[in-house]
Every structure is written in structure tokens, then in C-alpha cells.
């Protein structure tokens, strides 16, 4: 079986483009509405069966596969899963073309492999780390909790741990992280600018681990990225984006974009507990090549990171209880 994206302003004109490209014999697998330069379209996912391919014209690239009918309904299923997620178009195309690719009979697993083929994974270092971990991100991402919950963490492995803040205007998230630094019995270093950086940085070259939180960046700012951009270039970073769950993918993808020009190579996603749609992680990640680290899935600085592996990742976006239903369904059909 084959199966084709359309988009159109108009259900009639997405029909009609249907039925020229596929014939009368074209299913619909999915569709839903979108926005697009502001403006409403309608995008629709058929499929083909594979004996009336003969008639259709050659494959021109935009083709996704799949073998039989029952795997037409793992397409199905997870194009619903994704449009659930409010996955970006070229996140769930990519998604939807490796689950046809590699031919899985069961959703998850087909999920589950799609997933171990388009994203990569690297769990933030326990142990000792000679490379100092910078943590940028928009307002709002947690990126200053996210920087206490790895210093918490290292504190409580018995490492010895330096911690830095560039960010010298939030007084409230500075005095966050000094109450916490204060706990552990360690001081916060305040850089003013990427020069001093500079020079904490040598001074904390016996530590074994540095964590760096740095101001809140608004991404659409040229001179906060570039300001950005020279802390950053001061020295080898391990340059973590926090994205938050739950928001706009599109933006989220632009965001990621953004912050990975300037050096960020890893992705830690943010407020999992708090969000149902996960579609901003994805895109954040997709559009920003960047590598899937640890989450953040509580408030709690103690334990509050767990690595992202694609298993974990493929729970949170199709859980066992959607399984069971699909099951079901199929038991039943």
C-alpha cells in the first residue's frame, strides 16, 4: 500500500487532488486543519492499494509505503497519535515514512522504532565531566530549575561541583539557585559578562562538574543571541536548550532553530508532567538537530531529571492504555 500527503485550502480541492494523483480507488487515512501564512488549509493523508499502482504515475519521492492493510492501520493509528501531539507536518511526514519504511504490524513498536531512527539520545553526565554544562532558553523554559536539579544531582553523587550565573537582572530565579548552592555548601559565581566567564571558568578547573545557568534569552532578540552567542564562545560548552512541553510546535521548532546556530547541540525537555500535547519537544528537536539529554518531569530539584531514552518517549506520546484500546479494536475488527 502507498500513501500521500495533500494540502489544500478547501476539502473539495484536496478530494479533487486526491483523486487525480491516486484515482477513485483512494482511501483517506487521516486529515485534519491547519494554519498556514494565517490562512485555514485542509491536510489530508490517502492511501493506495497495491494493485492499482500500475495505473499511477511513477514515485516522484513523496511516497510513504506500507505492505498490507494492517499495516495501513499502523499508519492510521499513528498519524492520529501525531496529529493528537499537534506534530508539525514534517515531523509526523518524517515519522509516518519510517514506520511505512521499516513495516512494524503494531503501532508502538512502529512508533518505537520511527523514533530510534530520526532522533538521537545522549543522558546528561552523573559522573565527573570535564566540559562545564550550559543551560540557555527562552523566559520561562526552566532552565534555571533545570540547572539546580543537576547540581543537586551531582552534589548528592559526592561530586565536587562549581555553579555559575550569568544572569545578573532575574533576582528572583539568582536567588533560586543560591538558596539551593547555599545547601549544598557550594557558592555561586556571578559572571558579568563573557570575559569573567572566562575567568571562572579557570577557576573551577579542579571541579568535577560546572554548571552554568545563564540569563533568560528571548530568541527573537538579535543583541540577547548575540550576547548569548559570546558567553557561549568563551570556551567548550555542552550548550543545553531548555523547551518546554506543552507549548506551540511551530515556534518551538523556530526557538530550537535559533539557540542550536549558536552552539546548543542537546535538548532538554521541560514540564512533561504538566503537558498532554508533546508536539513542541518534537519539532524542537527536528528542526534544531539537537540530541535528546534529560526531562524534567516534576518540580522537585531533588530526583527531578530522567534521561530520554526513545522508549520512554514513545510511552509518553502513544501510553499503554491507547495500546490497549487499539487492541481491542483490532480483537474486535
Same mark, same amino acid.
Given at each position: 500500500?502507498?500513501?500521500?500527503?495533500?494540502?489544500?485550502?478547501?476539502?473539495?480541492?484536496? &478530494?479533487?487532488? *486526491?483523486?487525480?494523483?491516486?484515482?477513485?480507488?483512494?482511501?483517506?487515512?487521516?486529515?485534519? +486543519? +491547519?494554519?498556514?501564512?494565517?490562512?485555514?488549509?485542509?491536510?489530508?493523508?490517502?492511501?493506495?492499494?497495491?494493485?492499482?499502482?500500475?495505473?499511477?504515475? +511513477?514515485?516522484?519521492?513523496?511516497?510513504?509505503?506500507?505492505?498490507?492493510?494492517?499495516?495501513?492501520?499502523?499508519? +492510521?493509528?499513528?498519524?492520529?497519535? &501525531?496529529?493528537?501531539?499537534?506534530?508539525?507536518?514534517?515531523?509526523?511526514?518524517?515519522?509516518?515514512?519510517?514506520?511505512?519504511?521499516?513495516?512494524?504490524?503494531?503501532?508502538?513498536?512502529?512508533?518505537?522504532?520511527?523514533?530510534?531512527?530520526?532522533?538521537?539520545?545522549?543522558?546528561?553526565?552523573?559522573?565527573?565531566?570535564?566540559?562545564?554544562?550550559?543551560?540557555? @532558553?527562552?523566559?520561562?523554559? @526552566?532552565?534555571?530549575?533545570?540547572?539546580?536539579?543537576?547540581?543537586?544531582?551531582?552534589?548528592?553523587?559526592?561530586?565536587?561541583?562549581?555553579?555559575?550565573?550569568?544572569?545578573?537582572?532575574?533576582?528572583?530565579?539568582?536567588?533560586?539557585?543560591?538558596?539551593?548552592?547555599?545547601? &549544598?555548601? *557550594?557558592?555561586?559565581?556571578?559572571?558579568?559578562?563573557?570575559?569573567?566567564?572566562?575567568?571562572?571558568?579557570?577557576?573551577?578547573?579542579?571541579?568535577?562538574?560546572?554548571?552554568?545557568?545563564? =540569563?533568560?534569552?528571548?530568541?527573537?532578540?538579535?543583541?540577547?543571541?548575540?550576547?548569548?552567542?559570546?558567553?557561549?564562545?568563551?570556551?567548550?560548552?555542552?550548550?543545553?536548550?531548555?523547551?518546554? =512541553? @506543552?507549548?506551540?510546535?511551530?515556534?518551538? @521548532?523556530?526557538?530550537?532553530?535559533?539557540?542550536?546556530?549558536?552552539?546548543?547541540?542537546?535538548?532538554?525537555?521541560?514540564?512533561?508532567? *504538566?503537558?498532554?500535547?508533546?508536539?513542541?519537544?518534537?519539532?524542537?528537536?527536528?528542526?534544531?538537530?539537537?540530541?535528546?539529554?534529560?526531562?524534567?518531569?516534576?518540580? $522537585?530539584?531533588?530526583d527531578g531529571l530522567s534521561p530520554v531514552t526513545p522508549k520512554r518517549l514513545t510511552q509518553l506520546l502513544m501510553p499503554r492504555s491507547?495500546?490497549?484500546? &487499539?487492541? $481491542?479494536?483490532?480483537?474486535?475488527?
Amino acid at each position: 500500500m502507498r500513501l500521500k500527503s495533500f494540502t489544500a485550502q478547501t476539502m473539495k480541492e484536496a &478530494m479533487q487532488m *486526491v483523486r487525480e494523483a491516486l484515482g477513485e480507488d483512494a482511501i483517506i487515512v487521516a486529515n485534519r +486543519e +491547519e494554519k498556514i501564512d494565517g490562512q485555514n488549509y485542509i491536510h489530508l493523508t490517502a492511501a493506495i492499494d497495491n494493485d492499482a499502482l500500475d495505473s499511477q504515475p +511513477e514515485n516522484d519521492g513523496d511516497w510513504m509505503y506500507a505492505d498490507d492493510d494492517n499495516e495501513a492501520m499502523v499508519i +492510521e493509528e499513528l498519524t492520529e497519535t &501525531m496529529l493528537r501531539h499537534s506534530v508539525p507536518d514534517a515531523v509526523l511526514d518524517e515519522i509516518i515514512s519510517c514506520a511505512a519504511v521499516l513495516g512494524h504490524e503494531e503501532p508502538r513498536a512502529a512508533l518505537l522504532s520511527s523514533i530510534e531512527s530520526i532522533y538521537k539520545f545522549a543522558p546528561l553526565p552523573i559522573g565527573k565531566s570535564k566540559t562545564p554544562l550550559m543551560l540557555v @532558553g527562552a523566559p520561562g523554559a @526552566g532552565k534555571t530549575l533545570t540547572a539546580a536539579k543537576i547540581a543537586a544531582r551531582a552534589a548528592m553523587e559526592g561530586l565536587n561541583i562549581a555553579v555559575i550565573t550569568t544572569d545578573t537582572e532575574r533576582a528572583g530565579g539568582r536567588e533560586q539557585l543560591e538558596s539551593l548552592t547555599k545547601l &549544598m555548601g *557550594v557558592e555561586l559565581k556571578i559572571a558579568k559578562s563573557p570575559t569573567m566567564l572566562k575567568a571562572l571558568l579557570l577557576e573551577s578547573r579542579q571541579a568535577d562538574q560546572v554548571i552554568i545557568d545563564t =540569563a533568560s534569552t528571548n530568541p527573537f532578540d538579535q543583541d540577547a543571541v548575540k550576547l548569548l552567542a559570546q558567553y557561549i564562545g568563551v570556551g567548550e560548552m555542552d550548550t543545553i536548550v531548555t523547551i518546554p =512541553a @506543552g507549548g506551540d510546535a511551530e515556534e518551538s @521548532g523556530e526557538i530550537a532553530r535559533i539557540f542550536a546556530n549558536i552552539g546548543a547541540s542537546r535538548i532538554v525537555p521541560t514540564r512533561i508532567d *504538566v503537558a498532554r500535547r508533546l508536539g513542541s519537544i518534537l519539532s524542537a528537536a527536528y528542526e534544531g538537530g539537537l540530541v535528546f539529554a534529560d526531562m524534567g518531569a516534576t518540580s $522537585k530539584v531533588a530526583d527531578g531529571l530522567s534521561p530520554v531514552t526513545p522508549k520512554r518517549l514513545t510511552q509518553l506520546l502513544m501510553p499503554r492504555s491507547e495500546r490497549a484500546k &487499539m487492541d $481491542k479494536i483490532q480483537k474486535v475488527g
